[in-house]
């Protein structure tokens, strides 16, 4: 499988990874069909990539007819069979549970055509074990976006044991076709490479603040404008959610 060879395209999981994906994958020319548990759920995710893809017409980044261009090719579905019958690829953007994420592997293996690479957003969570619900573990890999996935550069394109090379060259190529920064993480360790530093940072940012060393604020200001990350430590927390965090 070769970029090249991507077109028709499924991502399951609407939420705000999930909508994002599908608006990238559209903007950049493939057919993507959205998948998620019922029609309001999926009605209300097309509603904001529209929503979104009007900031882009409105800051003059795209044209009004790019944006029509690129919603025409979104469709939605409750259906894995109707979204993966003639698929290429499949992303799945679901939340992290891995039971729910096997489930949803294995779904999708038995509908895709045996061509089809299928991926997981994930950002902690065992690739191998994913591949492992299926039947094709060497075309199952991880494509780790970040939030929001229309803006944010990098991709981790992750290596379970069983993935093949093939594969992982393909999603590299695919991320950069989709004008993103990929890394290769080699080895499918809990929370691969940006999380893994993550949690470290999380902990001592959370940690001075409970031995009253400084404040949530002072700490983010810290973050912000002597490290030049573009948001503090706890307002990341609370923009992916604590929940996930």
């Known amino acids: 499988m070769t970029t090249e060879k991507i077109r028709r395209t499924a991502v399951i999981g609407s939420g705000a990874m999930g909508h994002g994906i599908t608006q990238l994958l559209a903007m950049n020319g493939f057919e993507v069909t959205m998948v998620d548990i019922n029609d309001e759920i999926l009605q209300k995710a097309k509603e904001k990539i529209k929503w979104s893809l009007g900031k882009f017409v409105e800051k003059k980044r795209i044209r009004q007819e790019d944006a029509d261009a690129t919603l025409a090719r979104v469709t939605t579905t409750t259906s894995y069979e109707q979204a993966a019958k003639d698929i290429d690829f499949a992303v799945e953007a679901s939340p992290e549970n891995m039971d729910l994420k096997k489930t949803i592997f294995a779904k999708l293996d038995s509908v895709a055509p045996a061509h089809a690479i299928l991926a997981s957003n994930t950002s902690t969570l065992s690739i191998t074990e994913m591949g492992k619900a299926t039947k094709r573990p060497d075309k199952v890999a991880g494509m780790h976006f970040f939030n929001p996935p229309q803006f944010m550069a990098l991709v981790e394109v992750i290596k379970g044991e069983s993935t093949s090379q093939e594969t992982m060259s393909a999603l590299t190529e695919l991320a950069k076709k ?68």
Do not use: C
């Not at 490479?193 to 470290?200: C, D, E, M, P």
């Not at 002072?218 to 927390?237: C, H, N, Q, R, V």
């Open 178 to 245: 989709l004008g993103k920064t990929p890394i290769i993480v080699r080895k499918d360790v809990r929370g691969f490479v940006v999380n893994r530093i993550l949690g470290a940072v999380f902990n001592e940012a959370f940690w001075a603040f409970h031995r009253k060393e400084a404040t949530k604020e002072g700490i983010d200001a810290s973050a912000k404008y002597t490290g030049g990350f573009p948001m503090g430590w706890f307002e990341l927390g609370d923009f992916v959610g604590l929940d996930i965090a």
